[in-house]
């Protein structure tokens, strides 16, 4: 089936989704393919989106592909393996051996955060693992913090979580202790560090209660903060030619990785209002040609 669609957007996420919203509204035929594997599908709720404060995960995208779907725009589960230009057109292979064609393509796919290499991290993220403080801090306001190192911007983000906790402490994980200013920063406002490799962290009744250092000791915590590193996998933008790439725009946590969910949703809507702009160039240009050409 030669399925073509003024635009295709990969990743149903906030950013996606709103891109597509704009675009159906727009009378355009969209198409988003989604993997089913959202950033934040750990973290319990979504904060600082104004008018969904407090709003699980799950749910926002699922009322985000209702409304999609008030204006004509297709939701389809599944991967999309290989991009490429041809013919004027862009033609998106799916997982499942089918592809599909599109005038403009939107590239929403996202990030995923790489976590420091202590055993049991992973399992507790977006719970009592936590990287943003406006995410998460309100939620931990006033526990037991450690501020795992993994990088020299440990010391800003313990600063950082000092909004929200009078009881800081960094595990420097093996790192060098902080000295003269950072070292001074830190006193002055309350934060200690704790030397030793962290060996794993302690889980008691499905919580975080601390970690266990090598050499048996358990500094005991109530939360833990990690410096994620998001990475995106840009196979499919290398191969269409780059973010500058014609035709193409590239959105949410793809192009900031640091962005909130509803910047992320700005940033979606932004870039479907600048396609059918776009497009509306495009076509207006075509009937110019063939109404000089039938004048002619």
């Known amino acids: 089936m030669n399925e073509t669609y003024d635009v295709v957007v990969v990743g149903g996420g906030a950013a996606g989704l709103s891109a597509a919203l704009v675009l159906g509204r727009s009378r355009r035929s969209v198409l988003v393919i989604d993997a089913g594997e959202p950033r934040n599908a750990p973290a319990g709720h979504v904060h600082n989106y104004l008018g969904r404060e407090g709003t699980e995960p799950a749910e926002l995208l699922a009322l985000g592909r209702e409304e999609v779907g008030r204006y004509g725009v297709e939701v389809r589960a599944g991967r999309v393996s290989s991009a490429a230009r041809t013919g004027g057109r862009f033609a998106v292979g799916l997982g499942d051996g089918s592809s599909v064609f599109a005038r403009r393509l939107v590239l929403a796919n996202g990030v995923v955060d790489v976590l420091p290499q202590v055993p049991g991290l992973e399992e507790r993220f977006g719970r009592d693992v936590l990287h ?6 309100w939620e931990v306001a006033g526990l037991p913090l450690g501020v795992v190192a993994s990088g020299e911007e440990c010391v800003e983000r313990a600063l950082l979580f000092r909004q929200w906790s009078e009881d800081v ?30 060996r794993r962290v302690v889980v008691e009744d499905d ?83 063939a109404y000089r050409k039938e004048a002619a």
């Open 207 to 289: 919580a975080v209660s601390g970690v266990e250092l090598d050499g048996g000791e358990i500094v005991h915590r109530a939360a833990l903060v990690v410096t994620t590193v998001p990475t995106a996998d840009t196979t499919l933008l290398d191969a269409l030619g780059g973010p500058e790439a014609p035709g193409v725009k590239v959105v949410g946590n793809a192009a900031a990785p640091y962005a909130g969910v509803i910047a992320s949703a700005a940033d979606g809507m932004t870039a479907g209002t600048l396609i059918n702009h776009e497009l509306v160039v495009e076509e207006t240009a075509a009937a110019v040609a």
């Open 169 to 198: 402490v960094i595990l420097l994980n093996g790192r060098p202790a902080p000295q003269g200013e950072d070292a001074e920063r830190l006193a002055a406002r309350g934060i200690r560090w704790v030397p030793g490799r962290i």
């Open 132 to 137: 943003c403080p406006y995410c998460h801090g």
